[in-house]
């Protein structure tokens, strides 16, 4: 199983960025794809996830209603829509994908993982 992540960037307050990570290696359609992030000095904290077959979502309260998690199942592509960037969302952010059981938020539970692309958002 391969995830590579990209889209990350520079950009400024406000600003828009989309981040995609493509998954290949096997069939996705029974796993609950993940993004994190970890900023420097902080731990990997869950940004928000989808399942890939019914695509329920879920979102941290700190990114809820500027961020958007969706997917693309012909190209076997994840995406993370994020809206009105602040400095707060600087960081290395990291799709993952896990089997169905156990919780969405914990990183732990997460079987794969992609590089990590950088988001960085200036003032």
């Known amino acids: 199983v391969q995830l590579q992540a990209s889209g990350g960037g520079l950009v400024q307050a406000g600003d828009s960025l989309r981040l995609s990570c493509a998954a290949s290696?096997?069939?996705?359609?029974?796993?609950?794809m993940g993004w994190f992030r970890q900023a420097p000095g902080k731990e990997r904290e869950f940004v928000a996830a989808?399942?890939?077959?019914?695509?329920?979502?879920y979102y941290a309260d700190s990114v809820k209603g500027r961020f958007t998690i969706s997917l693309d199942n012909a190209k076997n592509t994840v995406y993370l829509q994020m809206n009105s960037l602040i400095v707060e969302d600087t960081a290395v952010y990291y799709c993952a994908a896990k089997y169905p059981t156990g919780s969405w938020y914990y990183a732990d539970n997460y079987n794969y993982w992609g590089q990590g692309t950088l988001v960085t958002v200036s003032s």
């Open positions: 989808i399942t890939w077959s019914g695509g329920s979502t």
């Open positions: 290696g096997r069939t996705f359609s029974r796993y609950v």
